[in-house]
């Protein structure tokens, strides 16, 4: 930044989001703190970041709970983090120059300073901003790995993709689609059952909360049985899916969303006997797991993309003010794709 924009900025203050109390059951509005600090001041070795996207996630959930889990908790009264791409307003930092592009895990503040760790630089000459939240992000990166890694799609395959029309889910559909398989995609409404044919090819798609039974739905869609079934939401909607599964299934486990904001544990029927009986892998996995492979899985999604193979939707909310309703409305399926706000 230079002196004259400093001067300007001298009494302008920067908006944060403060993380106010831990939610019981579904988050609320009162869950958040919005206060203003004084504006931040690049200091040697740091760069001066203007949040330009923030993602909001459901694993974000999870860390506001004080629970032990692969990632700590958020701190009461501390701002709120998630991935954000931000442009770089003032460099003390070598590595970064004004104007770059970048993303990092990063606190829900219009502006903050950075020493440059945890920070990668975008190129919105290859594909736009936002994407970098999505498709050629953590997401794109989840549906990647779950599927390669995991559940080793083989052409002529069956698989069932849970939250299809999520940003995970649209993603981890059309990876099936290209290695070959038939998928069936689940989602919550009737705009995602036709988004999921018309723009992101899914062989067939199941409204299931219109559908009285699952099991039966799932049955006539996949009548030679389902080979890999792509969780992300866990829940009844995954027992009926487990109850069609076959030999030698695959279940990467990605998510449960469902059950995210439980104040009880929900008891359903024992998965056991059904993954002995049918010599079912089962695997919990977080995309961080494949951090060595990241660049590999960005290159391919990339190609993918150019190729045009590969498609994806967003939902852009605006306004800094929005992101924790933004994060909350992802609860209440209000997103198809990738649920972004943009600053
Ligand atoms: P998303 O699918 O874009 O957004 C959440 C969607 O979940 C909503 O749009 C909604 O769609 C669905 N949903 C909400 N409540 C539900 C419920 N009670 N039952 C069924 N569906 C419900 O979110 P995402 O970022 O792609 O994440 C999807 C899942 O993957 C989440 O469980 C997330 O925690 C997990 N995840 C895991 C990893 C990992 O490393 N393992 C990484 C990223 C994400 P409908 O309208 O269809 O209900």
Not at 61 to 83: C, D, H, V, W
Not at 170 to 180: N, P, R, Y
Not at 285 to 307: A, C, H, P, T
Request: aromatic share 8%.
């Amino acid at each position: 930044m230079d002196d004259k924009s400093r001067e300007q900025n001298k009494n302008v203050m920067n908006k944060v989001i403060l993380f106010n109390k831990r939610p019981v059951g579904k988050p609320t509005m009162d869950d958040f703190k919005f206060v203003e600090e004084e504006m931040p001041e690049a200091a040697t070795g740091q760069v001066l970041l203007k949040t330009l996207y923030v993602s909001v996630d459901p694993y974000l959930r999870g860390r506001m709970t004080n629970a032990k889990s692969y990632i700590p908790p958020f701190e009461l009264n501390k701002p709120l983090q998630s991935t954000v791409v931000a442009e770089v307003v003032a460099s003390n930092n070598d590595k970064f120059k004004v104007g770059d592009h970048i993303t990092g895990n990063l606190s829900w503040k219009e502006f903050q300073v950075s020493d440059g760790s945890g920070l990668n630089k975008v190129d919105g000459n290859v594909a736009s901003l936002s994407a970098y939240l999505g498709v050629l992000g953590m997401t794109g990166l989840t549906a990647y790995f779950g599927l390669t890694e995991i559940a080793h799609p083989k052409a002529g395959e069956t698989v069932v993709i849970s939250g299809a029309a999520g940003a995970v889910g649209s993603i981890a559909g059309q990876i099936a689609k290209i290695l070959g398989c038939k998928v069936i995609g689940l989602a919550g409404s009737e705009e995602k059952i036709e988004l999921l044919k018309s723009k992101f090819g899914f062989d067939e798609a199941i409204n299931y909360k219109t559908t009285t039974d699952m099991k039966q739905a799932i049955a006539d869609a996949a009548p030679n049985g389902v080979d890999i079934y792509f969780d992300n939401v866990g829940g009844e909607i995954s027992d009926a899916v487990l109850a069609n599964i076959n030999k030698f299934g695959r279940v990467p486990l990605c998510g449960s969303i469902s059950n995210y904001n439980d104040t009880e544990v929900e008891l359903g029927p024992r998965v056991q006997s059904t993954l002995v009986k049918n010599s079912v892998l089962m695997q919990g996995f977080i995309v961080s797991n494949y951090m060595d492979k990241f660049k590999d899985g960005i290159e391919q999604l990339s190609k993918w993309l150019q190729e045009g193979k590969l498609d994806y939707s967003e939902t852009v909310v605006n306004g800094f003010d929005q992101i924790p309703q933004a994060f909350i409305d992802l609860f209440d399926g209000k997103n198809s794709g990738k649920m972004v706000v943009k600053i």
